[in-house]
Nanobody, 115 residues
Framework: QVQLVESGGGLVQPGGSLRLSCAAS????????WGWYRQAPGKQREWVGG???????RCAPSVMGRFTVSRDNAKSTLYLQMNSLKPEDTAVYYC?????????WGQGTQVTVSS
C-alpha cells in the first residue's frame, strides 16, 4: 500500500506561483510511475505532468514552460512548481502513483487563480 498526501494549494493572483508537494509513504519502492493531475469544475481529470521509471519528466502541452515536475527520492516527495498561473489553471490538483497492481491517489489540494 502507498499513501499520498498533497499540500501547498491556495489562492493566488494571475501571474503568481505556487509549489505543490506530494509526500508518499508505505511501499513506495513498488511505484513505477508518478504524476500530477487536475480536475476543474465540470471537467474530467487531466494529466498535468509526471515521471515513469527510467523515463524523462514530462508535462502536458498546456502547462509546458510554466509548470515543472520534480522528485526528491530521499524524501519520497513529488513536487509541482507552477509559475505564471492563469485563471484556467484553477482546479483540484491530485498526486497519483501506480505500481504493477493498482493506482494510488492523494486527497487533492485546491488551487484557485483569481484576482
Amino acid at each position: 500500500q502507498v499513501q499520498l498526501v498533497e499540500s501547498g494549494g491556495g489562492l493566488v493572483q494571475p501571474g503568481g506561483s505556487l509549489r505543490l508537494s506530494c509526500a508518499a509513504s508505505g511501499s513506495t519502492f513498488s511505484i513505477n510511475a508518478w504524476g500530477w493531475y487536475r480536475q476543474a469544475p465540470g471537467k474530467q481529470r487531466e494529466w498535468v505532468g509526471g515521471i515513469s521509471s527510467g523515463g524523462p519528466i514530462r508535462c502536458a502541452p498546456s502547462v509546458m514552460g510554466r509548470f515543472t515536475v520534480s522528485r526528491d527520492n530521499a524524501k519520497s516527495t513529488l513536487y509541482l512548481q507552477m509559475n505564471s498561473l492563469k485563471p484556467e489553471d484553477t482546479a483540484v490538483y491530485y498526486c497519483g502513483a501506480k505500481d504493477e497492481l493498482r493506482d494510488y491517489w492523494g486527497q487533492g489540494t485546491q488551487v484557485t487563480v483569481s484576482s
